[in-house]
């Protein structure tokens, strides 16, 4: 019989499917769904600090100028309704199913949103996802400093709750496994999971303005967390869970050969719909079978930089060797 079971934030998963944070899991009807479906854990829809911030400050400034002492009121009310909302989530999944639900708040700061985490721990939460969502774009302040807040973040959560941390990070540094060697030596994370996908803006060249591109991720989105779960699991003794562009059976695969102790899968159960877990789940135990494995630990991290024949190879950044070989079509 095949053994898919894995080991994630000291939970026995029965296989290594986590529906990540989004649309798909902020609401019991769908996290039981995803459950009858054979998902292995879910990542509640995130809480997010800048929303929370931002319906303060607008329900403050909006009674400020009648009643000046409903500013307090107006800032403690917004952050209690939001809060109440998602640990009545948390309570209520909790109940319904039999999968670790992990919490997750996306954030940018070690402010007051800190707090929230001793709430969501004392709600059930069976682990919290910190996604901490950095883009180096401030011309004033330095990767050392950009990355400081990591350490501050972790370090203030840790002080409060006592629940397994994963850490979502971003993949912009300038030395990130020196970055990731250094989160894991704090000890006070218990996973990694690479990576955070960004909203990516776009551009209308006939109305001329911004729009959004894409929400969801391709196939071809795999490629960059499939080189760092490569390069990074056999030196971080945290587990590592890779995210964006894992499709399909295939795609999970991959990221198991590579290293992953685990998978977030979001954008193609939104095209597909829940059940298309079942055909993933189908597709992992047909290719384990045809290869005689008999559990996921029989092959996870055979093809990471350690064991690989050519360990440079993951390191490659340039295609001369391959477009060599293209014909020219013109």
């Not at 829809?45 to 931002?54: A, G, R």
């Not at 080189?227 to 695969?253: C, F, M, N, Q, Y």
């Amino acid at each position: 019989m095949l053994d898919l079971t894995t080991n994630y934030l000291g939970f026995k998963l029965k296989n290594p499917i986590i529906v990540g944070s989004s649309g798909l899991t902020n609401s019991v009807e769908k996290i039981k769904k995803l459950e009858e479906h054979g998902v292995g854990a879910v990542v509640l829809k995130s809480l997010f600090e800048e929303q929370i911030l931002m319906e303060m400050d607008n329900n403050a400034n909006q009674n400020y100028h009648d009643y000046p002492e409903a500013h307090d009121y107006a800032r403690y009310y917004t952050k209690e309704k939001n809060t109440d909302d998602y640990l009545q989530l948390i309570k209520d999944a909790k109940q319904a199913v039999n999968i670790p639900i992990i919490a997750s708040i996306n954030c940018v700061s070690d402010k007051e949103w800190i707090g929230f985490a001793k709430s969501i721990e004392d709600a059930g939460a069976d682990a919290l996802e910190l996604n901490i969502a950095l883009l180096p774009s401030d011309f004033k302040q330095g990767s050392s400093e950009n990355e400081q807040k990591y350490f501050d973040v972790i370090t203030k959560i840790r002080g409060n709750i006592k629940i397994p941390i994963a850490l979502k990070i971003s993949h912009y540094s300038a030395g990130l496994a020196q970055l990731v060697e250094k989160l894991s030596w704090t000890k006070k994370i218990d996973a990694f999971v690479l990576f955070n996908r960004f909203y990516n803006p776009d551009i209308d060249i006939e109305n001329k303005k911004i729009i959004s591109s894409s929400v969801t991720s391709s196939p071809n989105d795999i490629f960059v967390t499939l080189r760092w779960i490569a390069l990074l699991s056999d030196k971080i003794k945290e587990p590592l869970v890779a995210s964006t562009g894992i499709h399909d059976g295939a795609g999970v695969i991959k990221q198991l050969l590579a290293g992953a102790q685990a998978v977030q899968m979001v954008s193609s159960i939104y095209n597909e719909g829940s059940k298309h877990i079942e055909t993933v789940i189908k597709d992992i135990k047909d290719w384990m079978n045809k290869n005689n494995y008999t559990s996921i630990n029989d092959f996870r991290g055979l093809l990471n930089q350690k064991n690989v024949e050519n360990p440079a190879f993951y390191e490659r950044t340039q295609f001369m060797k391959y477009f060599s070989s293209y014909k020219d079509s013109i």
